[in-house]
């Protein structure tokens, strides 16, 4: 799929899909747990089509597991029955350790059965985009360093902080072009730790990695989509803006329609639905009623593509998560009859 032709698309329809952060709630309907099919390809492209089925997303997206690669790495991972894993400490903290870190082979963990996911996926899936996800660079090596260490050790020792970025981002770009191999027509690229620094420590120690990676792997058949949930993404958001990803996806943290002013016009952005407060905590009403005033704030802006502010928790209520989608399609119906 021509993933640039696409966005055109997208940002020029009057009428849009959304595309929440929707994949882990299809253990529900699989009625397994979540550790069952994290090592599992078969079952998360059965729960990727199941999710497909069910809803009018305008995209399929796989599973946000942010301790893969941390688990290609060597990071040692907690798994709870319906969690989604997590990492436990930290293998590096001196120099080197930094310099000794060896970059993990294609399947090393559970990378092979994430790129084996999006080969059965896009087996099963044909009528929408289907993207993966990867971890950013300062999300990933803030796994590896500890993730409450690693902004100190951008001050404190900034070579060892760069040393790990480099590797995690060369990783990265091996990984995210296995999964375009495997057929994906995008990744999702999660820097959900940048959102916690400075502007000028996000411009030293993520954007540069970030771009690097972009420019690695986005061609016109292939998009990236740079995810950001952080409280700091609007005094960051002008440096992240030029990281040349064909979209952006931001948390509920930030006022959506103030990030868009930022937003190139013809690049997409998304967001930003609180994930646990709405689609885990909410109501059908109140859901319901937070994506219309959201649809409604963002009007003025076509490249908007409304969506979850984060993953949706595996075991949210599916009647928010429906809740949400009638709302949608009740903002644009409206919106068609007042035109």
């Given at each position: 799929?021509?993933?640039?032709?696409?966005?055109?698309?997208?940002?020029?329809?009057?009428?849009?899909?959304?595309m929440?952060?929707?994949?882990?709630?299809?253990?529900?309907?699989?009625?397994?747990?979540v550790?069952?099919?994290?090592f599992?390809?078969?079952?998360?492209?059965?729960?990727?089509?199941l999710?497909?089925?069910?809803?009018?997303?305008?995209?399929?997206?796989?599973y946000?597991?942010?301790?893969?690669?941390?688990?290609?790495?060597?990071?040692?991972i907690?798994?709870?029955n319906?969690?989604?894993?997590?990492?436990?400490?930290?293998?590096?903290?001196?120099?080197?350790?930094?310099?000794?870190l060896?970059?993990?082979?294609l399947?090393?963990g559970?990378?092979?059965?994430?790129?084996?996911t999006?080969?059965?996926?896009?087996?099963?899936?044909?009528?929408r985009?289907?993207?993966?996800?990867?971890?950013?660079?300062?999300?990933?090596?803030?796994?590896?360093?500890?993730?409450?260490?690693?902004?100190?050790?951008?001050?404190?020792?900034?070579?060892?902080?760069?040393t790990?970025?480099?590797?995690?981002?060369?990783?990265?770009?091996?990984?995210?072009?296995?999964?375009?191999?495997?057929?994906?027509?995008?990744v999702?690229?999660?820097?959900p730790?940048?959102?916690?620094?400075?502007?000028k420590?996000?411009?030293?120690?993520?954007?540069p990695?970030?771009?690097?990676?972009?420019?690695?792997v986005?061609?016109?058949?292939?998009?990236v989509?740079?995810?950001?949930?952080?409280?700091?993404v609007?005094?960051?958001?002008?440096?992240i803006?030029t990281?040349?990803?064909?979209?952006?996806?931001?948390?509920?943290?930030?006022d959506?329609?103030?990030?868009?002013?930022?937003?190139?016009?013809?690049?997409?952005?998304?967001?930003?639905?609180?994930?646990?407060?709405?689609?885990?905590?909410?109501?059908?009403?109140?859901?319901?009623?937070?994506?219309?005033?959201?649809?409604?704030?963002?009007?003025?802006?076509?490249?908007?593509?409304?969506?979850?502010?984060c993953?949706?928790?595996?075991?949210a209520?599916?009647?928010?998560?429906?809740?949400?989608?009638?709302?949608?399609?009740?903002?644009y119906?409206?919106?068609?009859?007042?035109?």
């Open positions: 799929m021509n993933m640039k032709i696409w966005t055109e698309q997208m940002i020029a329809a009057p009428v849009k899909k959304a929440p952060l929707l994949s882990f709630p299809s253990v529900q309907l699989l009625k397994k747990e550790r069952e099919i994290i599992d390809s078969t079952l998360q492209a059965q729960g990727m089509k999710i497909a089925d069910l809803t009018n997303a305008c995209a399929s997206l796989s946000m597991d942010l301790s893969v690669e941390a688990e290609a790495f060597g990071s040692q907690r798994y709870g319906n969690e989604v894993p997590t990492v436990v400490g930290h293998i590096v903290e001196t120099m080197e350790q930094a310099e000794a060896a970059v993990p082979q399947g090393a559970r990378t092979g059965i994430c790129i084996d999006i080969q059965k996926a896009v087996e099963l899936i044909s009528d985009p289907v993207f993966g996800n990867a971890i950013g660079p300062f999300s990933l090596a803030g796994r590896l360093l500890d993730v409450s260490e690693a902004m100190v050790y951008c001050f404190e020792e900034p070579d060892m902080v760069h790990v970025l480099s590797k995690a981002a060369e990783f990265s770009v091996r990984y995210i072009k296995a999964l375009k191999a495997a057929g994906a027509d995008g999702i690229l999660a820097e730790l940048a959102g916690v620094l400075s502007a420590l996000n411009a030293e120690f993520s954007v990695y970030v771009r690097r990676i972009v420019e690695q986005q061609s016109d058949e292939f998009m989509i740079y995810h950001n949930c952080g409280n700091e609007p005094r960051l958001i002008g440096d803006a990281c040349g990803a064909m979209g952006y996806h931001f948390g509920n943290a930030v959506m329609a103030q990030i868009l002013k930022h937003i190139p016009e013809n690049v997409l952005a998304f967001g930003n639905i609180d994930p646990t407060g709405q689609f885990n905590n909410g109501t059908p009403g109140s859901i319901r009623n937070a994506t219309l005033d959201l649809l409604e704030a963002c009007r003025a802006y076509p490249n908007f593509v409304i969506s979850s502010g993953d949706i928790p595996p075991l209520s599916w009647r928010n998560i429906h809740a949400f989608f009638h709302a949608v399609s009740e903002f119906t409206e919106m068609r009859l007042t035109a």
